[in-house]
């Protein structure tokens, strides 16, 4: 019974930061810290697109975090293992970031965590969206 609760849209100007949090449970500690949690964006007629993941490399869980290109130096994706928690901080807003955001977890991280159909659980999304 693995569970992600996305929180933290909301309706804002262009500029403007938000903060989206994913709560996962039905899983411990120890579970959920080896969890690539990835973050995805879908807007009306569109595909769902990656945005960012958290991933560990290798065993030793040292997480590393990739990013599309659209958000680089402006969205920060991280992670409280003690909380079972991954966070998406998004600063300077733009339009085009509208849509709704879910959370991701891929069980077994691959390479192909930039496509969706790599993860095995999904929040129901939290809807960003962003005025000019």
């Known amino acids: 019974q693995v569970q992600l609760v996305e929180s933290g849209g909301g309706l804002v100007q262009a500029g403007d930061s938000l903060r989206l949090s994913c709560a996962v449970s039905?899983?411990?500690?120890?579970?959920?810290?080896?969890?690539?949690m990835g973050w995805f964006r879908q807007a009306p007629g569109k595909e769902r697109e990656f945005v960012a993941v958290?991933?560990?490399?290798?065993?030793?869980?040292?997480?590393?975090?990739y990013y599309t290109d659209s958000v680089k130096g402006r969205f920060t994706i991280s992670r409280d293992n003690a909380k079972n928690t991954v966070y998406l901080q998004m600063n300077s807003l733009k339009p085009e970031d509208t849509a709704v955001y879910y959370c991701?977890?891929?069980?077994?991280?691959?390479?192909?965590?930039?496509?969706?159909?790599?993860?095995?659980?999904w929040g129901q999304g939290t809807p960003v969206t962003v005025s000019s």
């Open positions: 958290l991933r560990a490399s290798g065993s030793s869980l040292l997480y590393r975090t």
């Open positions: 991701a977890a891929e069980q077994f991280p691959s390479s192909d965590y930039g496509t969706p159909k790599a993860y095995d659980y």
């Open positions: 039905g899983v411990s500690g120890r579970t959920f810290s080896n969890y690539a």
